[in-house]
């Protein structure tokens, strides 16, 4: 089957699948304190509805499936969907996005279900200045979690992502650099995006990649570019003496848009071809319409065709994206 490109010849070999928008955190980048609607149960997709949307992608040549949420953990008896889907033939890489909080009794189901990789979400290591961030006194139980995840060398590599935010990140930087020298941890520090729910994000609220770096070498002395392949987020390095690796994603400073590989589909079942789209297709519709596969591959070709070539964060008359970071899947 020929393999799925959008009309500038980009190859889709990714999809992020939202299995919740709700979350038992409320970060200040990504919700709203308090008033956010979640989605009732039958609007969201079940697993076999995920099961059967991988299976089609994977035929398309689509081999990197990422979960994500909301806070996916809380999606009831998420490893029985990590198991089907690293049942399915053609995926290749199964991976989670999590805050953590739950990691230190799922680490284990979910490795035994097949997942290989994680990312877990960590902006402070100071208890204050995580419950300032995301309004929730957690810390203790998220590092609980990645203590966990240690203990199943199948999860490699273990990520740790920071969402880096002028005036607050800068303190947090040299704690989280030193992390991934004491442990098996790629830290990864995000430039903050224009997708709180509170609408409230300024450009001049970005700490950039470049800045963390600076920062990072004048506390651990120079740090040393490793090869990535064309279509990842992150920019990596590792430190001089070669203990630990760090990895900057910069959306905004940094765009890496023109080899992006990457679609989404959000808990209610709609596709996204980026971030920052405007416009959905919806998937959930076809597939509880009675949609034959080869009219599923259909409406996927169709909306990749119609994949951005841009998020213009950077542009003149920038439109923010049509949801919250929550609502789309992070």
């Known amino acids: 089957m020929d393999p799925l490109r959008d009309s500038w010849g980009r190859e889709i070999k990714s999809v992020r699948v939202s299995v919740t928008d709700k979350c038992n955190f409320r970060c200040t980048y990504c919700m709203p304190a308090e008033g956010l609607q979640w989605l009732g149960r039958e609007e969201i997709l079940t697993f076999e509805e995920i099961a059967r949307l991988v299976g089609v992608l994977a035929r398309l040549g689509v081999d990197e499936v990422r979960l994500t949420g909301g806070e996916p953990l809380v999606r009831r008896d998420l490893p ?6 690293a049942q399915t033939e053609g995926v290749r890489d199964l991976s989670l996005t999590t805050n953590g909080i739950l990691l230190d009794r799922l680490a284990g189901p979910l490795v035994s279900a097949g997942l290989r990789r994680i990312n877990v979400s960590l902006d402070s290591l100071n208890h204050v200045r995580f419950a300032e961030i995301t309004r929730r006194d957690a810390l203790d139980a998220v590092l ?12 490699n590599p273990i990520k740790v992502n920071c ?13 989280l650099a030193d992390l991934a020298r004491r442990k098996p941890y790629v830290v990864r520090f995000i430039e903050f995006m224009p997708l709180d ?9 970005v700490l950039t990649g470049a800045e963390i770096r600076a ?17 990842s987020t992150a920019r990596r390095f590792r430190f001089a003496d070669g203990v630990g690796e760090l990895g900057f994603v910069n959306p905004v400073s940094e765009p890496f848009c023109s080899n992006c590989d990457r ?5 209610d079942g709609q596709l996204r071809t980026c971030l920052f789209s405007r416009r959905e297709w919806d998937l959930k519709a076809a597939l509880r319409g009675g949609a034959s596969d080869d009219e599923l591959i259909r409406l996927i070709r169709f909306a990749v065709q119609h994949k951005e ?12 994206a049509s949801r919250s970071m929550s609502q789309i899947g992070g």
Request: charged share 35%.
């Open 309 to 320: 070539l841009k998020h213009r964060i950077n542009d003149p008359g920038f439109v923010r």
């Open 144 to 155: 609980r979690g990645l203590e966990e995840a240690e203990r199943h060398p199948e999860l």
């Open 215 to 231: 920062i990072v070498e004048e506390c651990y002395g120079p740090l040393l570019e490793l090869p990535a392949k064309a279509s």
């Open 197 to 205: 729910a509170d609408e409230a994000w300024r450009e001049d609220d």
């Open 263 to 267: 679609i989404r589909v959000t808990a």
């Open 163 to 175: 969402v880096a935010v002028k005036g607050f990140t800068e303190t947090e930087v040299p704690a």
């Open 80 to 85: 029985l969907l990590v198991e089907m889907l």
